[in-house]
């Protein structure tokens, strides 16, 4: 078995020395749209995280099992794969723990203004007559914490929401889940009442541009916006318009374009957001976890092709 791994330098500093008990494994760091062919032509397996396969790839190779290093699948065309009796899988709830508590990170720097704190503490303090320094920042207890796509990852934020005293109120996207735990509402809804906002969705034909010019503006003054699903769900021009006219606090994982670009209007709002590069996933835990179920997909597709 020839085993590629397309782009591993997205999977962190992993060892991939295990994997050499299948058979010859090629480790590529990153692979350009048009060496992914030439890469794989020769591969059983090919292990990707962002980089396509599509058609043509699948047409003029003979690969035989793809695993995808992630949980969305959208980088391959899973329909033509199923045509040419290609086994696809992917790792799911990997990165759910750490996904939660990065969404609790980000929301927490926001709400206790930790970056200005940091920054005043760092150049103004040293010079302060008195021993604090007070502005505004609030507790979640007593507040609304709404909800955006309440499934797995989305549930654990709001439970750990609730045990911090907040209200937690969830908008489905899919328009099919039903959770009596938590109160269901309409997105207006969760819009104009949150204090908190978290998106916890994929990116679908429900979710693409879901917030965006029309809606953004029932977000009320003083709240914060987090968005750890995928870019695409939040408009991002029309966010950087709302920017300019509220003060809404955001925090953002994920971008419509990764990397983000250096023009993208986000990144001159420094005093109203926090943005990480598409790190919610990435614990170190989660990552062994993602490692591990890419080691037992390929061992399980071995042992049934022998």
């Known amino acids: 078995m020839r085993i590629v791994f397309l782009d591993a330098l997205t999977l962190g500093d992993v060892n991939f020395d295990r994997f050499k008990k299948f058979g010859d494994v090629i480790i590529y760091q990153t692979t350009l749209p048009n060496e992914t062919l030439k890469r794989v032509k020769d591969a059983d397996i090919v292990v990707t995280n962002k980089v396509v396969i599509n058609k043509e790839v699948m047409d003029n190779s003979n690969i035989k099992f793809i695993q995808i290093a992630a949980t969305g699948m959208n980088n391959v065309d899973l329909e033509y794969a199923k045509k040419k009796g290609i086994i696809v899988k992917n790792v799911a709830g990997y990165s759910t723990n750490s996904v939660i508590q990065h969404t609790f990170a980000l929301v927490l720097s926001l709400l206790n203004r930790i970056c200005?704190?940091?920054?005043?503490?760092r150049e103004s303090y040293p010079d302060s007559k008195i021993f604090t320094h007070i502005v505004n920042w609030f507790e979640i207890n007593g507040k609304t914490w709404g909800i955006i796509g309440l499934g797995e990852i989305g549930r654990g934020v709001a439970n750990l929401a609730k045990s911090f005293g907040a209200e937690?109120?969830?908008?489905?996207?899919?328009?099919?889940?039903?959770?009596?735990?938590?109160?269901?509402?309409?997105?207006?809804?969760?819009?104009?009442?949150?204090?908190?906002?978290?998106i916890h969705a994929p990116l679908n034909e429900n979710t693409k541009n879901l917030l965006n010019k029309n809606n953004l503006n029932l977000i009320k003054n003083g709240a914060i916006l987090v968005n750890v699903g995928r870019g695409g769900i939040i408009n991002e021009k029309d966010l950087s318009e709302i920017l300019e006219k509220k003060d809404i606090f955001v925090g953002l994982d994920v971008f419509e374009k990764e990397p983000i670009d250096k023009n993208n209007p986000l990144l001159k709002f420094k005093d109203k957001?926090?943005?990480?590069?598409?790190?919610?996933?990435t614990s170190k835990?989660?990552?062994?976890?993602?490692?591990?179920?890419?080691?037992?997909?390929?061992?399980?597709f071995i042992k049934n092709s022998s």
């Open 116 to 121: 200005y704190f940091d920054k005043y503490t």
């Open 168 to 198: 937690v109120i969830y908008y489905s996207t899919s328009g099919k889940n039903q959770n009596s735990n938590f109160k269901r509402v309409d997105l207006e809804e969760l819009l104009k009442t949150s204090d908190i906002i978290s």
């Open 273 to 281: 957001t926090i943005l990480t590069p598409h790190v919610a996933w």
């Open 285 to 300: 835990e989660a990552r062994k976890k993602l490692m591990d179920g890419i080691y037992r997909n390929i061992e399980e």
